[in-house]
């Protein structure tokens, strides 16, 4: 297969994070000049049929998902988000679990939002699941209703220590890694570790996770991620290298809630080829 424009393996839309509608993601990917995106909503495939329906003949669509994992080998637990690809959404098991997490998603916002209010901050839920329009609500949308009153000027802001960073965060309960693995698999589909080294989220895990991940089915570390270092990028592609993981790279794209393009970093095209055949199904598209 030659794949001739840049390969975006991992995108959000209105479905969760983003702010641009799934249609929008791919329009967004067209004028990107990309020869592929994926979009990886966090906890949901309810993105999917719009980006499909809007999908071109010159894009192909990679239709996935990012799954909000744990890893409990240590206390507290360390938050992880796995990328899931050519899986069956309709398999129960992971069907079931992605369900869980969205409504873990809610009683964790409604939390926080109590929070809030607590210190006299009058942020309501009907604001907050309004703007999250039925996609998985996260702490992104909580940060827009901060700015909305002007208490913080960006989303990143917002995830401030003295905002949802930590003052008023509610941790989710999520799923075990290794649980998360083995439902993308046992769906079909190819399991990417996101952003392992991205340190400005939290604590990350150990190589010796990663290897243990690599052990149990993992197909690939994302590499390429504006929150590694090229030393981490580094590190991380001999990692990779050694484990016989494939090394992706992709944009972690979420609209205006963060400042990165559509396409800011890429996956090679061989990479790209070999990683989807480890995946069960078709992807999406013309
Ligand atoms: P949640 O999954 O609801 O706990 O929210 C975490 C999500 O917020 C991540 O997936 C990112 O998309 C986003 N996020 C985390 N840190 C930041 C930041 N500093 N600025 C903007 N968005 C962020
Ligand atoms: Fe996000
Ligand atoms: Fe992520
Ligand atoms: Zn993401």
Not at 152 to 166: K, P, Y
Request: one cysteine or more.
């Amino acid at each position: 297969m030659t794949v001739l424009g840049g390969i975006d393996l991992h995108t959000h839309s209105t479905a969760s994070d983003g702010t641009l509608r799934p249609a929008e993601v791919v329009d967004a990917a067209v004028q990107a000049g990309l020869a592929v995106v994926a979009l990886t909503d966090h906890d949901t495939v309810s993105g999917w049929p719009e980006a499909r329906a809007a999908c071109p003949a010159s894009l192909t669509l990679e239709l996935g998902v990012e799954m909000s994992c744990h890893w409990n080998g240590v206390q507290p637990p360390i938050s992880l988000h796995l990328l899931g690809y050519r899986f069956d959404p309709e398999e129960p098991a992971l069907a079931g679990a992605l369900a869980a997490s969205r409504k873990e998603r809610t009683t964790r916002a409604r939390r926080m939002i109590d929070l809030l209010n607590a210190d006299g901050i009058d942020v309501s839920w009907d604001e907050v699941s309004a703007d999250a329009a039925g996609g998985a609500v996260g702490r992104p949308h909580l940060a827009r209703a901060l700015m909305r009153r002007g208490l913080v000027a960006s989303v990143s802001e917002g995830f401030g220590d003295q905002w949802l960073g930590e003052r008023y965060r509610i941790r989710k309960r999520d799923l075990d890694v290794l649980e998360a693995l083995r439902l993308i698999r046992g769906a079909g589909g190819a399991a990417v570790f996101a952003h392992p080294l991205a340190r400005r989220r939290g604590r990350v895990v150990p190589d010796e996770v990663i290897e243990r991940l690599a052990r149990e089915g993992l197909a690939g570390l994302e590499v390429d991620h504006e929150d590694h270092t090229p030393a981490e990028r580094e590190h991380l592609r001999e990692l990779a290298e050694k484990l016989g993981l494939f090394a992706t790279g992709s944009s972690d794209f979420h609209g205006t809630n963060k400042s990165i393009p559509i396409g800011a970093n890429t996956t090679a095209p061989e990479v790209y080829t070999a990683l989807m055949a480890t995946g069960g199904r078709e992807p999406s598209g013309p």
